[in-house]
């Protein structure tokens, strides 16, 4: 092929659009501290989602730690194994303790059925992921937190666009912490956002960002620098306009994705239980690693490179300590293969994709 395929590309705006935000930057010499380009941002991701209490920041890492600090939690956070490492780093670095819950084998999120089973005097929160943008059981983890007397922080790290019961899926949990990097649908280069349940708990995550002041300027809480800058939002506010033709286009080729790997045998996808999906990720799941590895080397030989999100399992990890065994996330990380999908993927592209999948099984 005569140009490298990556599993994303970063959606991008016209640059005269970007370009003409930047120069009211550059009028106002306005770069940080909660500018008019961040309040206006969070206005539009607030009046697109249905959403309120949304607090932009400098990423989604730095979302799920400023979650955790404003609910004030210390002790053991129940969590998922299939996940990006920023899961467990957020909860190690705010001092708590990750317990990995396997995942369901069928939509790759967090195995509701288990989670009960690891709930002791020390657990303070569970943490589950919406992996792929796919929504989680959330009614019944939020009645097992209900129950147990626990704190819901959702990171939904992919989620933007997807929907639960008609609703945005941020809109959930004590928190949803989501990612604005580049890799997203949605995207601001480097960024993230907290959408909290509660005004008090959306304040207080707003001092949390800004080193802990309050609106007086005074320091009321230990806090840190967790803004977006000016440039950044600048560019969410440029992409956000073409927002839904990104989405629309990924739904299409998602679809194309499955009409045409539908019937290879040893092939099997994510299900899809809960609300609709934003097609973040097409991932495909090989009955055996060397299936995955002969396949993704016939891509690689042909300048095609797919991802194996999410390899190793986090709970495999050397500097992750866990006493949990995760036998389906273990295996399913083995052999799970996300393949490119973006906005500039030509249809013919995902075809010739396909066309090397089914060659090389």
Same mark, same amino acid.
């Given at each position: 092929?005569?140009?490298?395929?990556?599993?994303?590309?970063?959606?991008?705006?016209?640059?005269?659009?970007?370009?003409?935000?930047?120069?009211?930057?550059?009028?106002?010499?306005?770069?940080?501290?909660?500018?008019?380009?961040?309040?206006?941002?969070?206005? #539009?991701?607030?009046?697109?989602?249905?959403?309120?209490?949304?607090?932009?920041?400098?990423?989604?890492?730095?979302?799920?730690?400023?979650?955790? &600090?404003?609910?004030?939690?210390?002790?053991?956070?129940?969590?998922?194994?299939?996940?990006?490492?920023?899961?467990?780093?957020?909860?190690?670095?705010?001092?708590?303790?990750?317990?990995?819950?396997?995942?369901?084998?069928?939509?790759?999120?967090?195995?509701?059925?288990?989670?009960?089973?690891?709930?002791?005097?020390?657990?303070?929160?569970?943490?589950?992921?919406?992996?792929?943008?796919?929504?989680?059981?959330?009614?019944?983890?939020?009645?097992?937190?209900?129950?147990?007397?626990? &704190?819901?922080?959702?990171?939904?790290?992919?989620?933007? $666009?997807?929907?639960?019961? $008609?609703?945005?899926?941020?809109?959930?949990?004590?928190?949803?912490?989501?990612?604005?990097? $580049?890799?997203?649908?949605?995207?601001?280069?480097?960024?993230?956002?907290?959408?909290?349940?509660?005004?008090?708990?959306?304040?207080?995550?707003?001092?949390?960002?800004? +080193?802990?002041?309050?609106?007086?300027?005074?320091?009321?809480?230990?806090?840190?620098?967790?803004?977006?800058?000016?440039?950044?939002?600048?560019?969410?506010?440029?992409?956000?306009?073409? +927002?839904?033709?990104?989405?629309?286009?990924?739904?299409?080729?998602?679809?194309?994705?499955?009409?045409?790997?539908?019937?290879?045998?040893?092939?099997?996808?994510?299900?899809?239980?809960?609300?609709?999906?934003?097609?973040?990720? +097409?991932?495909?799941?090989?009955?055996?690693?060397?299936?995955?590895?002969?396949?993704?080397?016939?891509?690689?030989?042909?300048?095609?490179?797919?991802?194996?999100?999410?390899?190793?399992?986090?709970?495999?990890?050397?500097?992750?300590?866990?006493?949990?065994?995760?036998?389906?996330?273990?295996?399913?990380?083995?052999?799970?293969?996300?393949?490119?999908?973006?906005?500039?993927? #030509?249809?013919?592209?995902? #075809?010739?994709?396909?066309?090397?999948?089914?060659?090389?099984?």
């Amino acid at each position: 092929m005569s140009k490298n395929i990556y599993v994303t590309q970063p959606s991008l705006p016209p640059l005269d659009e970007y370009v003409a935000l930047l120069e009211e930057i550059w009028d106002t010499g306005i770069l940080t501290h909660n500018g008019p380009m961040v309040r206006n941002l969070e206005s #539009q991701l607030c009046e697109k989602l249905a959403l309120s209490n949304l607090s932009l920041v400098t990423n989604g890492t730095i979302a799920l730690q400023m979650a955790m &600090k404003a609910l004030d939690l210390k002790g053991e956070v129940i969590t998922t194994p299939f996940s990006w490492i920023a899961t467990v780093s957020a909860i190690k670095w705010e001092h708590c303790t990750p317990v990995f819950c396997d995942i369901d084998e069928d939509t790759f999120n967090i195995d509701v059925d288990k989670i009960e089973d690891l709930i002791n005097e020390n657990t303070v929160a569970i943490m589950p992921v919406h992996v792929f943008g796919a929504a989680c059981d959330i009614e019944r983890i939020e009645a097992i937190a209900a129950k147990h007397g626990l &704190k819901v922080i959702y990171d939904a790290a992919h989620a933007l $666009g997807s929907t639960y019961k $008609g609703k945005s899926l941020l809109s959930y949990g004590d928190v949803s912490a989501t990612s604005l990097h $580049g890799t997203k649908l949605f995207n601001t280069a480097e960024g993230g956002a907290c959408i909290a349940k509660t005004d008090s708990l959306h304040e207080r995550i707003n001092r949390i960002r800004f +080193f802990g002041h309050d609106e007086s300027r005074d320091i009321v809480e230990d806090g840190f620098n967790g803004k977006m800058t000016e440039v950044h939002a600048a560019l969410g506010l440029a992409n956000l306009k073409y +927002f839904d033709d990104v989405l629309k286009d990924r739904k299409s080729k998602y679809h194309l994705y499955m009409d045409t790997l539908s019937g290879v045998q040893g092939l099997t996808y994510q299900a899809i239980k809960f609300g609709e999906c934003n097609y973040s990720y +097409f991932p495909i799941v090989f009955e055996n690693e060397d299936v995955l590895l002969n396949v993704m080397a016939a891509l690689n030989s042909n300048d095609i490179y797919p991802r194996r999100y999410f390899y190793p399992s986090l709970n495999t990890f050397e500097k992750v300590v866990s006493k949990q065994a995760a036998p389906v996330s273990e295996s399913l990380s083995k052999r799970i293969l996300c393949l490119p999908l973006y906005k500039g993927l #030509q249809v013919s592209d995902i #075809q010739t994709i396909c066309q090397i999948v089914k060659a090389a099984m």
